[in-house]
Structure formats: C-alpha cells, structure tokens
C-alpha cells in the first residue's frame, strides 16, 4: 500500500459525495490478509504511543479524534484496538449516548464543550454533536425534548451545518486538530453481525431490539449522513469514509490516518535553556559524587 493510500477515504472538502456512489464499505487492499493487517497496526500503534509522548512534553497542539458510525459498524473495537498503546494519562475517551435532562437544557454542543481535549492531550468522541444533524433528522421528534421553538426544515440543519463548522474552525484556530472518521458499514455486513450477536451467547450481552428499529431507517441515515459528510467536512476538520467491513483493514487504516496528521503536526520534546544545561550538569555531578 502507497503511504498516502487512504486519501481515497477523505470526503473532499467543498466536492458533492455518495456513500453510494463513492465509498465502498466491503473494500479491502487484494494482497493484505489478516495477519499482515495485525502486524502492520501494531506498528502504527507503536508509532501513534511516540507521537502521543511528544504531544504531551511539547504541549502546544491537542488532538481530537472523532467517530460515527451506524450500529453494529466497529467503533467501540476501532477504538480499542488503535488506541491500545497510548498513555491513558494524556488520553481520554467519550461516548455520547441519549442526552440527559441536564443536557437537554443546554444547547447542543454544550456537553461536548466539556469533553474538549486540552493541550498535550487526545480527545476521542464516540459518538459527538453530529448526532444533531443525524439521528435527530432521522428522528425530528426528538427535536421536542430541546426545549427549543423550532421544527424540523432544511434550514435548521443548515444552520446546524454551519454552527459545526464555525465551532471546528474555533477549535482549529486555537490549536485543535480534528480528524473525524464515519466507519462505513455495508447492509448485508450489519444483518450478518446482529445474527452473530444473537447466536453467540458471548455476544448477546451487545445485542439490543433498538438496533433492528434503527436498521429499518437505513435509507434515511445514508441520506442524512450523505448531507452531513458533504456540509461538514472541510480543510480544517476533514471527514474520512473508513470501509468497515473489513475489521483489521478498518482498523489500520484509522492508525495510519491518525499518525500521519500527528506527523504533520510535527511534535517535538521540547529543548532546553543553557541555564537548564547548567542545572543538568551540576545534578549529575552531584549524583556521581564529582560536585565540587
């Protein structure tokens, strides 16, 4: 694979897509199998754990890693798997799931206002505030519980679109770097994982009746995140379509993309003062019982 091989994945910014038309979600490099897929993400989590060490002693930039996804697509494991070697105290994970009361008197974007990552750290969003522009469209009576005078128009989720947007470009401005991933995930994939999930008692504990209600709206969430993908992603904060079917290929290529935007960042350890030098010195000195 060219090193560069995932651009094909990036939703260009201000260019109309299809997830249709443009992503395949069952697609898979020919000449990589199960093991070399393995081999090569430890590598990249290797390399991501290096990056992450940097990040944190030079303390400028912080990272924040964005994930979206219908059920059954991969997160939670995505997630475990690629971020496996980084340091938990420079890393923090959150998964936005119903609102709570609390939640729903503030605006939308409040509650992951307080889960921003901060400088020298890694932010990881399972789920986000794209759920406003997701399964909120899916489901404009939810709009009821916002304690909010507005219905549900093509207009709100404009307006939507460029609150994000200007939010994202804050963000990016002030030293945040976004990378937002949607693992996308093929019809057929999901039904054969639900029955995996039914049949397997291991796997029952991950099943839940909501998922086949939701299954029932496909047409209406590859539409939504059709417009979503096309509204949002931009040159500061630029959406990558990850072909989900496939785990391990899913998996790596989420490790390369986040190494290469850490790579660009280039993150360095910080370099000493002369004095500091001075200070150095005299410790050692002192600690091999040579201090004068």
């Not at 651009?7 to 697609?27: H, T």
């Not at 460029?162 to 057929?188: A, C, P, R």
């Not at 979503?228 to 079917?245: E, G, H, R």
């Not at 490790?255 to 660009?264: F, G, H, P, Y």
């Amino acid at each position: 694979m060219s090193n560069n091989y995932f651009d094909k994945f990036l939703v260009p910014p201000g260019k109309k897509v299809s997830l249709k038309e443009d992503y395949n979600p069952s697609y898979r490099p020919a000449n990589l199998n199960s093991d070399e897929a393995e081999d090569k993400l430890k590598h990249g989590v290797k390399t991501l754990a290096e990056l992450q060490d940097k990040l944190s002693a030079q303390n400028i930039y912080s990272v924040l890693l964005i994930f979206q996804a219908l059920d059954a697509a991969g997160k939670d494991g995505t997630i475990k798997h690629v971020m496996s070697g980084l340091n938990p105290q420079g890393c923090d994970v959150h998964a936005f799931k119903a609102p709570s009361p609390e939640e729903l008197d503030h605006d939308y974007l409040w509650r992951c206002m307080k889960r921003l990552p901060e400088r020298g750290r890694i932010g990881i969003f399972n789920r986000s505030y794209y759920e406003e522009v997701l399964v909120v469209r899916v489901h404009p009576e939810f709009l009821a519980n916002q304690h909010m005078q507005v219905k549900a128009s093509p207009k709100l989720w404009q307006q939507r679109y460029e609150e994000i947007n200007n939010f994202e470009k804050y963000l990016s401005n002030n030293g945040t770097t976004i990378i937002k991933f949607f693992l996308n995930i093929s019809k057929e994939e999901q039904k054969r994982r639900f029955l995996e999930r039914i049949e397997n008692p291991e796997k029952n504990w991950k099943f839940s009746n909501q998922d086949i209600v939701e299954r029932q709206y496909w047409k209406n969430y590859q539409k939504a995140y059709d417009d979503c993908l096309n509204q949002t992603s931009t040159k500061w904060a630029p959406w990558y379509v990850i072909p989900a079917d496939y785990k391990p290929f899913a998996r790596l290529a989420v490790a390369d993309i986040i190494n290469s935007k850490l790579q660009e960042l280039g993150p360095e350890y910080p370099t000493v003062s002369k004095q500091k030098m001075k200070e150095l010195k005299a410790a050692k000195e002192f600690l091999l019982g040579r201090a004068k």
